[in-house]
């Protein structure tokens, strides 16, 4: 009797991973800022990028420049973790008082942010709705970025930033701290991982110093999610 052939099962290849999903936030204009790049090189981010790894990178961009004030601030970064539950990482950018470097940010302090914003207000309450005394004092980024950097800007061609951690106690780092210590709040609430940077580019607004900051701001998305562009 021949032996029977048992049909080949075709092994089929494991489903993807889920795609990285990042929020990004730009400013819009302030005192002396009259046209901030910030938000102009985050609103020409794409909406997707296909990592190296084959893992899609979904990229949120808060759809409107951020106003520089703080109760604006501090009502609207709860909003943006409430309207994107799935972000893993988060990336607000603000622009610096350098005119050619990039800085990333590792620290964000509690006060005092005694500098007005563009409604003549200062800000002494730490993070809405919460006891600033029951906050800590600064968060810093609880990720290893000199690591990110020097995955991602290995190469000689694009600007690498620097790490500072001086933000400049003003809005830039008021929104950092209150994503900082929201992010530690989706921590301690259900085990949710946030991890994310503030990124100060320059004060140039020509179409060379978008294309220069977006090209920036690519390179560390991808170093954040932990590959090489």
């Not at 936030?25 to 009259?34: E, K, S, W, Y």
């Not at 985050?42 to 893992?55: A, I």
């Not at 409107?64 to 988060?90: G, H, M, N, S, W």
Request: aromatic letters at 8%; charged letters at 20%.
């Amino acid at each position: 009797m021949p032996a029977v052939t048992q049909p080949q099962t075709e092994r089929l290849p494991p489903p993807p991973p889920p795609p990285l999903e990042v929020l990004v936030t730009g400013f819009g204009p302030f005192t002396n800022i009259p046209s901030n790049p910030s938000f102009t090189i985050v609103s020409s981010l794409p909406p997707t990028v296909n990592l190296p790894s084959g893992r899609l990178l979904r990229i949120h961009v808060h759809p409107v420049p951020v106003r520089v004030a703080y109760t604006e601030v501090a009502t609207l970064v709860p909003q943006l973790y409430a309207r994107f539950p799935a972000v893993d990482l988060f990336v607000h950018v603000g622009v610096g008082t350098s005119l050619d470097g990039y800085k990333v940010e590792v620290r964000a302090r509690r006060e005092p942010y005694d500098r007005a914003d563009v409604d003549g207000r200062t800000w002494s309450n730490g993070v809405a709705g919460a006891d600033p005394h029951a906050l800590p004092a600064e968060c810093w980024a609880d990720l290893n970025v000199s690591q990110v950097l020097d995955r991602a800007f290995k190469s000689d061609a694009k600007p690498k930033p620097s790490i500072s951690d001086d933000a400049g106690l003003y809005l830039c780092e008021f929104i950092y701290f209150n994503s900082l210590v929201m992010a530690q709040r989706l921590r301690e609430a259900g085990g949710k991982k946030v991890s994310g940077v503030f990124l100060h580019v320059p004060k140039g607004t020509t179409l060379p110093d978008i294309e220069r900051g977006r090209e920036v701001l690519l390179r560390l998305l991808v170093g954040l999610a932990g590959e090489e562009p």
